[in-house]
């Protein structure tokens, strides 16, 4: 037990030493969260995105009455006029009639959305004077909408719950370069050598490497989490919202980490340099990242592209983590992406003791 | 005592070792003297258990070495070529490191940290990284760390390539006081110099063969008449190494 925990924390020092694997893997990510929760503001379903609209006439009860009837439908804000709004609404005999007029840039797709807007806000308005006027409550008609999991996909994500996940999952693969640069270093200068004339097998080595990296994949994923919490609101993005379970999240995290950290062994022990496990370890990640809806939403590819990002275990990183943030959901729901994420680490793990044995053996 | 018979070891179609048959005896220091690619580092590989041969037998204290690795392995120290440690950490953490390793705890990690450290003058140097150290420092390292787990053989591949003439001699004087009763020692090189002033037995090794072997009094002819060099460069020159 003391040479695992040895074995441990020779890694843990080996990777705070290094301060550049430690920008790579806390500061770049984090960087990507922030530009990319801001850019993609626009083409994300975030309040950001809304229609926006202001009154030309001056303030009464049956603007402010409309503006609150309007405000409880998502999607549409009340902005001032200074604010150049898509729809300023100019009202005439109370709200008889209505006359908008629309900003030239906005599409048809918007127009049509406002209108319809509108049109059920002044029936809501129109409805309340009949209410007051002959005393009869009528009770509003609720429809409420709730998501399966299977739907929960379609789910289109906020540009902060899009961004996070993302460069979780790309950060906390970006540990192959950090591994298997300590590991190769360790071949070439015959420290696993002189390990292994110690008595020290691979399996023991590996035991004493994989959990020093399954923490700082977890540290990742906080310090991720936080950023998209605290500091992406501060720079004029939006909040990430936890809404699904801890145990959901801790269940994908952890099973993201196992496929990272399986994948940076294999690539590690098939590596010959450094030089070499650093270019193949970075056209992996950015493979999968651009495949799997990492570097580009998955809602904005076109369809053929969005059934191939099923070839990237980072795509099934992508999926559960959605689930969680954009679907609420509870960890039975991302079990299936956890098994393959799992699986996928396993199966690559098993080929690195093969590709090792192989090795040793050679020399 | 180690005893090696008929030793044969292929890298694909390359015979490495082409039936080596040494003993190396207990309380002295065997040289193993050959040019680069003669084969010394790949024997010392086996004989340190990381790597593996083809036909022979090996036989350390009586025990078959591919039938008893992890009994050896326990008894041997292996000093390769190039500094085996970790550049990132200190000096203090590297000894730490291995002497956990070694399976030291308590006390007696204490007291084999602190000998080891003492012996090879690394006392003023256990907070420095050990990438910061000098070449002479760092194969001080490697050496104490070799010496933590007290072995009964210790493997010295080639740990004075690339030093100068000084640092040279300090680390052989450092080897020569590692000499005891019951140890095995095994020094390559391909400096004659070493050998002759080192080891109190050799052989010269030459295209994976074991071409000249030389016992206590021999060597002692040889470093009086000069003549080992003659020896070497008469056996590894062209017309006779085809």
Redo the contacts between chains.
Sequence with gaps: MNVLFALMKKEFLLIARDRWALAALFVLPSIFILIMSLALQNAAGDDKAALTYAFGGPEDATTAELGKILSENGGVARVSPADEPQFNLTLKDGAEHVTVAVDYRVDGMALALFRSQLALALMRLKLHSLQERFGVAIPAATAEVTYTYAAARAIRPSATQQSVPSWIIFAMFFIIISLSNVFIAERKQNTLARLRSMDIGFALLMAGKIPPYYLLNQLQTLVMLATGMYLTPLCGGQALTMNGSFLALWLISSAISCAAVGTAFLIASLADTAEQAGTVGGVVNVLFGALGGVMVPKYIMPDYLRQLTVVSPMSWGLDGFLKIFAGGAAARAVALESVALFSFGAAMLALAIVVSKKRGTKS | MIVIRNLCKF?GRFQALDHISLSFNSGIITGLLGMNGAGKSTLL?IL?????YDSGEILVFGQNLAEN??NI??I???I??????????TVA?NLD??A????L?GTQKKARLEAAAANNRLESLMGRRAGALSGGEKQRLNIA?GML?DPEIMLFDEPTVGLDVGIRQDLLMGIRALKRPGRVIIYTSHYLDEIEKLCDEAAIIHQGRARVVLDRDAMRREAANKTLERHFLSMTEPSHSA
């Design positions: 890298y590989s340190a258990t990381v790597s593996e690795k992890k392995r326990k041997l120290a292996w390769p070529q190039e500094p085996a440690f970790y550049d990132q950490m953490e490191f291995f956990v390793i070694r399976g705890f760390i787990g």
